[in-house]
């Protein structure tokens, strides 16, 4: 699979699914709006609350998984790929990835205490299209 094709894809997709482990273990997917900033197919960061389980959840195990997909008429794509969450409260990188309409969901705006990033790192992915899988490093 191509990098460039995917990292397209990717760029396409309104929506991402991510994925922490619970306390016991177990995943949990959440759907997010679609990474604020994204460097190849390497690194993803996403604007989230400080607040949110999701947050206590990568801080205490950051493994992690972001899958995007897109559903056609009659084709299914999905890209799924693995790696490591941070979550990233420095100003700069809070800087860099806000939006005006931020204020909606941090009233305080960019220095607002429950705004934070999430950073995600990809190590390896898995392609899905057509009825065939390709798995890939990063």
């Known amino acids: 699979m191509y990098e460039t094709k995917i990292a397209g894809f990717i760029r396409k997709q309104k929506v991402a699914f991510i994925c922490s ?19 190849g197919l390497k690194e993803f960061y996403f604007s989230t609350n400080t607040s949110s389980m999701r947050v206590k959840q990568f801080r205490e195990n950051p ?14 794509e999905g890209i799924m ?18 939006r005006t309409g931020d204020t909606i969901f941090y009233k305080q705006g960019k220095t607002d205490p429950d705004y934070c990033v999430l950073k995600f790192t990809a190590q390896s992915g898995r392609y899905y299209c057509d009825l065939k899988t390709e798995n890939f490093e990063i």
């Open 21 to 39: 482990v619970d306390e016991d273990g177990f995943p949990n997917v959440k759907a997010m709006l679609k990474p604020r900033k994204i460097i």
């Open 81 to 98: 790929l693995k790696g490591r969450m941070e979550v990233l409260t420095d100003q700069q990188t809070k800087d860099e990835i806000w």
């Open 63 to 76: 493994n992690a998984s972001i899958y995007f997909y897109h559903k056609g008429l009659i084709k299914y």
